[in-house]
Each structure stands twice: as C-alpha cells, then as structure tokens.
C-alpha cells in the first residue's frame, strides 16, 4: 500500500517554516508548472494552486530535487495547514520506497508542500508532475537527461568508462563512435572510450570501412577535420558512408553521393526518411518501406512499422516506433530477441549493438 506519511524537514534557527516533505525517488525532469484558475498576469480572488520551483530537470537513474507546490484561496492567502495536496508520478519515476501510486501530503502554514526524493528512471519523454486539490489541477514537466550505455550485441557492455550521457550511436564491428546530446563525438575499439579531436557540436556522423566523416554546421568533413569532396550540396542534413564513400540527404529526403570527389544525386532516392551505405551495399527507407539501392523492395515480410535502418552490405537491422529491432540478410525480415526499447543502434562488420536505457 502506498504510504501517505510525509518525512517533515524542520526549519532552521532562524524560524525559517517548515515544509511538508514527500520521500520520492531518483528520476528528475524539468517541470514547467501550470495551474488551472485565473491569468498569472491578472490579480484573482479565485484559488490557485502552483508548482513554484519548477522547471524541474534531473538524470537518468537519479533523483528529482525538491518539488514545491502551494495551494491559495484566493491567489494570495495560503490553504488551511493541513490541506491533503495529491501528487502524481509520471510513468517510470517512483517514491523512494519504490512505490508508484498518487499520494497525498498536508499542505504547511504557507500552502505548501515540498516533495523530495523522487526517484528517475534511466531515460523518459514528455514526463509530467501532476497536482491535484479542492478540485484544482496543476502541472508541471520534468526534463530528463538520459543515462544510457552501450552494449555488445551479446547483451555485454562495449568498451570502458562510456562517457555519461550519449545519445547516438554508430559503428564498425567493435568501432563505435557516440555523441552526446551537445554534439561531441567519443570512439571506442573495444577498449576505452576516448573523445574524438575537434568532433564537437556536430549535427552527424559516420564511422565505417576505411574511415569516418562527420557533418558539422551543414558541412561534411574527414575524420582528420578537412572538408570532405568538392560542390557540396550545401543543404545536407545527415551522412552514412563506407571509409571513402559517402551518402548524404537533404531536409526534403533527397540523396547525394561522393567518393571523394564531386558530390552527384543518386537518381530515384528522392523522399526518403533513412538510408544506409557499407560494405556491399546499400538501401533506403522511404513510405515506411526499405529498398535497395537498385529500387526494388528488400525482402520479405517486412513489419511495416519501421522508422529507420542500418545496414552491412546485405545484412540490415531496422526499428519501429517503440525501439523494436528486426533483422533481413535479403531473405525474411525477423525480431532480434531481447533487442526491444532500443534508442539507437548499429550494424556492420563483426555484428552490431544498440543503446538501451539502463540503471
């Protein structure tokens, strides 16, 4: 049964009041508070109830700060003390008991509640608090910075000290490049994870065969930081290649090709939503449909569902919309067990390996 008994914080020397705590849990995401009742900018004799520290943030796998939350009868002067403000969790987070269900705290001499603890999964989207009383409602979101690693297709983890907070992925066999979510680029072997010379804020990459090339600020560059090419579209908004070979895509899903030398168009790849190009291959994504470079459909009994691939020659994994991963080697199109809720993900050489949220 959920407990509905607060841990009180006592105030200080000073006299500071006390404030209600609520014991949660460690999953923390910015929350931007709202409250149903009159306009913030306009005086009100209406109730109100408010959360008053937020936006709210926190890592994955870690714990939200204090919560606040003060209830008024008329905009200004605060609840009865002991008013029961419940609070709901979004999906995911938990009290620090472990526990998920609404709970209910007594609001202090001020209308408030503060609520601490709350425990944060390892990643989670459009996560909101909610706030209810004497018929109000009040909500605020919670921004999460994911805490995700790397595993081997095994179900292992891939190198050592993965940096914290990656959030792409890309690789050869054991080569993996990963970015964070400001765009810096770490490479591992197999070994540790070290950060790649003057790969920061980019916006893509690629890391295959013979090599790796990046896109930064609309350009494509080498691994070794010179401007990939001559007669850059100028409009490319993602990579794939294989070492020298490289395919690029503009905002409206067409592509683009250079092994080194002149940029030209692939004909027929015009309005896709994802593409691949290494080793023997290479295949794009468009209508929710996988072909090949030649334009026919690849494979068979493909799920229908699907929002990206990745691919080594004949050999290409896709995800659907829930982070589902399935297999095709040309033939039949199959699930790959245990691979469920990935967040991104790669294929090639030795094999391949995705990133999962994991505490």
Do not use: H
């Amino acid at each position: 049964m959920n407990s509905t008994q607060p841990d009180p914080i006592l105030g200080s020397a000073e006299g500071v009041q006390r404030r209600t705590i609520v014991a949660g849990a460690a999953w923390t995401i910015p929350v931007i508070a709202t409250a149903v009742g009159a306009p913030l900018a306009a005086a009100s004799d209406q109730p109100t109830l408010t959360f008053t520290n937020g936006p709210y943030s926190a890592n994955g796998c870690g714990t939200l700060g204090d919560v606040v939350i003060r209830a008024t009868t008329d905009g200004t002067t605060p609840v009865t003390s002991g008013t029961l403000i419940s609070v709901t969790l979004p999906a995911g987070f938990t009290w620090s008991d472990g526990l998920t269900g609404p709970r209910a705290f007594p609001a202090d001499g001020n209308g408030e509640v503060a609520v601490s603890g709350i425990r944060v999964p390892a990643t989670a989207t459009n996560a909101t608090l909610t706030a209810s009383t004497g018929g109000l409602t009040a909500a605020a979101p919670v921004s999460v910075t994911a805490n995700q690693s790397v595993f081997a297709a095994d179900g292992s983890p891939l190198g050592t000290g993965q940096p914290v907070g990656l959030v792409g992925l890309k690789g050869d066999g054991a080569n993996a490049w990963g970015v964070t979510s400001s765009g810096d680029l770490w490479l591992t072997n197999g070994g540790p994870w070290a950060p790649i010379a003057g790969g920061t804020g980019v916006s893509d990459y690629y890391v295959n065969g013979g090599g790796g090339a990046y896109l930064k600020d609309g350009v494509v560059y080498g691994a070794g930081g010179a401007v990939f090419g001559s007669g850059q579209p100028g409009t490319l908004v993602s990579i794939e290649g294989d070492g020298a070979n490289i395919w690029g895509a503009d905002a409206a899903g067409n592509l683009f090709l250079s092994g080194g030398g002149a940029w030209l168009p692939i004909a027929g790849a015009t309005g896709t939503s994802d593409y691949y190009v290494n080793g023997g291959g290479a295949t794009y994504l468009k209508n929710g449909v996988v072909y090949g470079a030649d334009g026919t459909v690849f494979g068979s009994g493909q799920p229908g569902t699907l929002v990206s691939i990745e691919g080594d020659g004949a050999n290409i994994w896709g995800a659907d919309a829930a982070g589902n991963l399935f297999l095709s080697g040309g033939g039949a199109w199959l699930p790959i067990a245990g691979a469920t809720g990935a967040s991104d993900y790669y294929v090639n050489g030795d094999g391949g390996a995705y990133l999962k949220g994991a505490c």
